[in-house]
């Protein structure tokens, strides 16, 4: 094989790799695990996705099936919680839930008083004022999607009072 | 001056030697040149790969060293080992990508997870924290 053939094969052979690897398996059609796929605990854990779950990009799921995996050792209350918000989360848009998450981990990082306090400040302002201040440039974290620091699951139950029982493993 | 009479020294000297030769040199090395020039006009491709004078002794005999029975050369990449060598370090390197890839993808999704998990059991209305003016606020007031 003349050496051009070989290194364009080698080539194609590479790139193939690197697109699985980056697209998934590559195929049209649904992606993996469909609703009907999941688990009999999966399925209850996310329960309020059941619409839209087949709409989900692979990532979307594989995030979602690791949140369910950890919905198992929350309290009933704290299932319930996450039940009713769920939705919500779900059906914001991509660049809504990047603001949503950057938010809160900076939020997170202040002691809950001071953190319901600036919530409760917000939520009092008047409209105008919002817009406000949605319009000044925001000083964006250093690693918007993937922070350093991630509140972990275990400590929301510090983060809600009501739902003390509410509880992880990990 | 000096040198051309040194060429022409050295050939003289030769020219000699070649006279001593014995009958049995003498044909072993006119077959040879016979031999040679044969194989040249039949194989013009050779001449694109200049064999390697060391690699002369070996004419005729036949080398598994890039030359072949019939005396062409060839080139490197005809050998599987040589292609194997090439092959080889450019999937590990792309088999390597692919693993810090997939390694990098399922840590970020467990941060994602983490992060989701939290904002779920938060008691905050997700809605505030989706507000971009609430990310002002708070920059604010920790600016201060």
Redesign the interface.
Known sequence: ???LR?GAA?CA??LA??AQ??LGDGKSGPVHPTWGELSSSQREALAPLAGDWDKFDP?RK???L??AS?YPH?SPE?QQ??HE??G??AR?TPQ??V??????????Q?PLDQ??A??Q???D?PAD??????A?P??RPETP???TT????P???A?????TA?T?RH | MKEVEFAYRVRQALNEGAGSLDELTLQRLASARATALARRKQNPAAQRYPIPSPLLAFAGRGSSLGLERDGSSQSPWSSWLFRLGVAAPVVALVVGFISVYQWREAEQIDELAAIDLALLLDDQPLSTYADRGFGALLEQERGL
């Open positions: 094989m003349p050496p070989f080698t052979i590479a790799l690197l690897a980056a990532v594989k995030k979602w690791e949140v950890k929350l704290g919680h996450v918000r769920m919500e989360l914001m809504e839930r603001t949503t998450r950057e938010n809160f981990v900076r939020a997170y202040l953190r319901q600036l919530v400040k917000y939520q302002l004022q919002k817009k406000e201040l949605a000044k925001t000083v999607r993937k922070p991630p509140p972990k699951a400590a929301a139950a983060a809600s009072p009501k739902d509410a992880t």
